[in-house]
């Protein structure tokens, strides 16, 4: 096994070898492993806030849809009513 197949070690020059400090290599995976859970939790939190929007969406669109409803028909009824009068009053006028 060469110096170069050895962990912790480099080649430097014609056959030299330092040791690798060890303190660089886990340093910078654990920065990216904290700033992949961090957006891996940036993330989840977005996805959670996300489908609480949704879910509130459809409730307010429910409740438009019911007044939607409301309006239509109370707007009929009172169409129905005013044919109603007109009938009644035409009625009236007759006898």
Same mark, same amino acid.
């Given at each position: 096994m060469s110096g170069a197949d050895c962990p /912790?070690? +480099?080649q430097? /020059?014609?056959g030299e070898y330092r %040791?690798? $400090?060890s303190g660089s290599v886990p340093k910078d +995976?654990?920065?990216t492993q $904290? @700033? *992949?859970e961090n957006e891996s939790y940036v993330l989840t939190s977005l996805r959670t806030r996300c489908k609480e929007a949704e879910r509130q969406l459809k409730v307010v669109q429910a409740a438009a849809d019911v007044a939607i409803s &409301? *309006? &239509?028909l109370a707007a009929e @009824? %009172?169409?129905f009513l005013m /044919? %109603?009068?007109a009938k009644m009053s035409r009625d009236l006028i007759c006898k």
């Open positions: /912790g070690t +480099s430097q /020059g014609f %040791e690798q $400090s +995976s654990a920065v $904290s @700033r *992949e &409301k *309006e &239509k @009824r %009172e169409d /044919g %109603e009068l």
